[in-house]
């Protein structure tokens, strides 16, 4: 076995373009949830770096993964940012790492299988499900040139979905027909190719001529005496000003949760949804396991890569960045390469923070238009929707049973339908029972994290006689 294929912590500076490699692989995905979501690139770069950093602190340098941006916080974090702010959003993500944090505990006290008793497959595959369908409309919206709320035109409808076609189109090719490294970067190649259609489309003119078409339209449908959505379209899908204003070294845009004001409405609506990504924690584990032929389920076990994917969440959030999470993408490239050793990946670490400061690159990947990352949710979410129904068959589950079929129905129902519940008036009621002097207001909880809840109550107040489970 040579040195690379250790499974042994060796870390070596001729590894250093290997852990770029890997950092090249995970990329893609890394920028595009702060791009979607309303968070800094740059930010999230270094926050995926420091918390594969403490991830391997944590874990004893024992397991080969990279951690970056989690998919499964897009929704939350979008819908945050538009209610409470970056700050206010970010006690909800700090709140979710300690309650990654939390369930290590558990796993530390019950073992590996309670927390699959908690959270088994019937719960977790709709919340999944949830988290892909509730954004569903936005990416619809975001392809065809508006707001991820429809609320306001950003881009000529004819060239913004020509551009969101050739994004999406190029995505599901690669991630079906491409060879080798090419393979793992299905995300990366739909960026670069759905930004050249933009550029190729606004240096031949067409989207300026489709402006004109769509403005003529307008005033046709305005003079008719119909109300439109507000028009910030212009004759150019890509703003390169961002990039030219951009400096070239720069300090990432840190922002931090409001310590003084803490924001519950944050943590009650984002928490419930780290439900998700801490089941599919232990298939990342087991695979990485497979790859390698070692058994880091065993060694250093769930109870501390869980704590170690909890403590860099949380450090992420402290700084402003997205919830980490491990890469299937870099554990494919670990496959590919056989570079089993864990000290590649604290290269891989320090490449992005270093790249965290080049603001020449968070300027550039501001400027990707909107109609490019449209098109790639299309699939992103369609994709996030499979994986929880994937979830329901591997289990094998009969959801024709009446208690499958309710837990799973009323997550759907609950988390696409924007159910929410107040918690402002049972909180201060219970305040005053105690003897506590409480005074909440405007505190709620609702769509994806209480779908999430629902299941969990769902799961362990309903009798299981006769279930799968």
Request: hydrophobic letters at 55%; one cysteine or more.
């Amino acid at each position: 076995m040579s040195n690379l294929e250790s499974t042994e912590y060796n870390f070596r500076f001729k590894d250093g373009i290997l852990g770029a490699q890997m950092l090249f692989v995970a990329f893609g995905a890394l920028v595009l949830v702060p791009l979607l979501s309303g968070l800094d690139a740059n930010v999230a770069l270094f926050t995926a770096g420091a918390g594969t950093l403490v991830f391997q602190l944590v874990t004893r340098g024992r397991v080969p993964v990279f951690l970056a941006s989690s998919f499964a916080f897009i929704a939350p974090i979008s819908f945050g940012v538009k209610e409470w702010g970056i700050e206010g959003t970010l006690c909800g993500l700090f709140a979710a790492g300690l309650l990654y944090v939390f369930l290590s505990l558990v796993i530390r006290w019950r073992g590996n299988d309670a927390l699959a008793r908690i959270l088994p497959p019937v719960v977790t595959g709709p919340v999944i499900m949830v988290i892909g369908l509730f954004l569903a409309p936005v990416a619809v919206n975001m392809s065809m040139g508006l707001g991820g709320d429809a609320s306001v035109v950003l881009a000529p409808p004819k060239a913004a979905a020509i551009a969101a076609l050739v994004a999406l189109s190029t995505t599901v090719l690669v991630s079906l027909l491409g060879k080798g490294w090419f393979r793992l970067i299905p995300i990366l190649c739909g960026i670069l190719a759905g930004y050249l259609t933009a550029y190729i489309l606004d240096s031949t003119g067409f989207t300026a001529t489709a402006l004109n078409q769509f403005m003529n339209e307008r005033a046709a449908k305005e003079a008719a005496g119909a109300v439109l959505l507000p028009s910030f379209a212009s004759d150019q899908l890509i703003n390169f000003q961002v990039v030219r204003d951009a400096a070239w070294l720069a300090m990432p845009s840190f922002s931090f949760p409001t310590w003084s004001n803490w924001n519950w409405s944050a943590v009650f609506y984002i928490v419930p949804i780290a439900i998700a990504p801490a089941i599919e924690h232990f298939g990342d584990v087991i695979a990485i396991s497979g790859i390698t032929g070692k058994n880091y389920v065993k060694d250093p076990g769930i109870k501390n890569t869980m704590l170690g994917d909890g403590l860099a969440t949380s450090m992420a959030s402290m700084l402003g960045g997205p919830p980490n999470t491990t890469y299937s993408e870099v554990s494919g490239a670990v496959a590919l390469t056989r570079a089993f050793n864990p000290a590649v990946m604290t290269w891989a670490a320090f490449t992005a923070m270093l790249l965290a400061f080049v603001g020449k690159l968070g300027g550039l990947l501001q400027s990707v238009p909107t109609p490019v990352m449209g098109g790639i949710m299309v699939l992103l979410f369609g994709a996030i929707t499979t994986i929880g129904i994937n979830t329901l068959v591997r289990a094998g589950h009969d959801l024709m049973l009446p208690r499958n079929m309710a837990i799973v129905g009323i997550i759907l129902v609950v988390g696409i339908g924007g159910l929410t519940v107040p918690l402002s008036a049972p909180l201060n009621a219970l305040g005053d029972i105690l003897g506590m002097e409480v005074s909440i207001s405007k505190l709620q909880m609702g769509g994806i994290g209480l779908a999430g809840i629902v299941g969990v109550i769902l799961n362990l107040i309903l009798p299981c006689k006769g279930c799968n489970d």
